[in-house]
């Protein structure tokens, strides 16, 4: 009779843990909080903010630059960011074209397409580029954990 009870407490222990992580989880919810960061993350990046900047970064995060070395950690990063941002660099525009979030609710991908100026005292260009992005949840809070970025020539 023990045996029983425990076996149907067990039961029923599952059945409410898996219907918690399926309420937890949703995914169109997710992609609204990814798309709200990027936009935040491209605001923090025209006003050349690199502390902030770093915020939306993992900090074993890995970037991959167009025509760099691949990035490891925020102090990595933060020299390339700030090289970047040492330019005449205007506001950036663009910004994702598709999320794909994770059933489980904590990883994600993004892609999309960004337009950032340069005002250089000879020429104005705009550099057009490609990118994605693999979020992960860490403590609750979407990170960038690997961020390739690519120029469309």
């Known amino acids: 009779m023990l045996n029983v009870r425990i076996a149907a407490i067990f039961f029923l222990l599952g059945i409410f ?4 992580s399926a309420q937890q989880a ?11 960061l990027t936009q935040q993350w491209l605001e923090v990046e025209s006003n050349k903010d690199l502390d902030s900047s770093l915020t939306f970064i993992a900090e074993e995060g890995v970037y991959l630059p167009n025509d760099w070395p691949t990035l490891h950690g925020h102090q990595e990063i933060s020299k390339f960011l700030q090289a970047a941002f040492d330019l005449p660099m205007g506001k950036i525009s663009g910004g994702t074209e598709k999320i794909e979030v994770s059933a489980s609710g904590d990883m ?9 100026p340069f005002h250089f005292p000879d020429r104005d260009t705009v550099f057009k580029t490609h990118y994605i992005v693999v979020w992960k949840k860490i403590n609750g809070h979407w990170k960038a954990v690997a961020t390739s970025v690519g120029n469309t020539r």
């Not at 843990?17 to 918690?20: A, D, T």
């Not at 949703?26 to 609204?32: H, M, R």
């Not at 994600?108 to 960004?114: L, M, P, S």
């Open 26 to 36: 949703n995914p169109e919810e997710e992609e609204q909080q990814i798309r709200k």
């Open 17 to 20: 843990s898996c219907q918690q």
């Open 108 to 116: 994600a991908y993004e892609f999309g397409r960004t337009e950032v």
